[in-house]
């Protein structure tokens, strides 16, 4: 070894240091976000459609947990999950007033459906979801629900509440503890009432012998908000990145995005972030 390369030794080691450190800030950089979410929105394939064009616009990669959204909230509420998308405002409204969540922030929404056997047996059918949801308990037709804490799990707990029942307990109500695809499936398979999203519904496979029964009442409203967990709480919380998920989603190119999202030609969820 020369006099010269021995000198210059220690700065090819200062320079292959620093290489090594800038390749790992590089990977920490790029490293995915994490979102916990709903069944229904992974599910009804919206997430196939929406999170690729996110990382074009931005070059974030997102990585979704598809749970009930009680369960995704209780996520946020660990620090395990960047950025909640969710649909259910009182449990949103309560992890924000917490402090483990940002600013909550609509971003669309759908709506909730009764399904059950075409036949409908209980006589179903209809505009109104109490007096529908009345008919299957008084007919003790088989219902299957989430019982997943969910959102469509909370929506369908204030649905009977709304009809005068508490807690079902009639002997063909049964409780899955499952996703919202499990559940038609289930559905599908008893020829029971189910409760639905029509996300999910719409891109459901095994329809045959199902119908939606019930739709077009206005508490059926299924509105969805987004929120960063606060790095305030749980520092490892990838907050910068998450908020510039939250921006694009509700900004413009965003709302485009979840507007062009159809199957069968039928739109399945509707933008309306604010301004």
Known sequence: MTALSQFLKPFRVLALSAIAQAATV?????????????????????????????KAASGIEVK??????????????????????????PAEEKVVAEGFAL?????MYNDFVLVGPAAD????????????????????AGFISRGDKSGTHAAELRYWKLAGTEA?????????????????????SLGAYVMA??????????????????EGD???????????????KHPQAKAAEAQKFVDWVTSPAGQGVVASYRIGGEQLFFPNAGP
């Open 64 to 89: 979704v947990v598809a749970v009930g959204t009680g369960q995704a909230i209780d996520m946020g509420r660990r620090g395990d999950a960047d950025v909640l998308f969710v649909h259910d405002q």
């Open 103 to 107: 600013k909550r922030h609509p971003v």
């Open 26 to 54: 590089s990977i920490a950089q790029t490293a995915p976000i994490v979102m916990a979410s709903t069944t229904s929105t992974e599910q009804s394939g919206l997430f196939s459609h929406l999170l690729p064009a996110f």
């Open 121 to 140: 047996p209980a006589g179903a059918r209809g505009r109104d979801i109490t007096e529908a949801l009345k008919k299957v308990s008084a007919g003790n």
């Open 168 to 188: 079902p307990t009639f002997a063909g109500y049964k409780a899955c503890g499952c996703g919202m695809g499990q559940a038609l499936n289930m559905a599908a």
């Open 197 to 214: 999203d029509r996300g999910t519904w719409l891109s459901f496979k095994n329809q045959a012998g199902l119908a939606v029964l019930v």
């Open 218 to 232: 206005k508490r059926l409203f299924n509105q969805y908000g987004v929120l960063v967990v606060n790095p305030a």
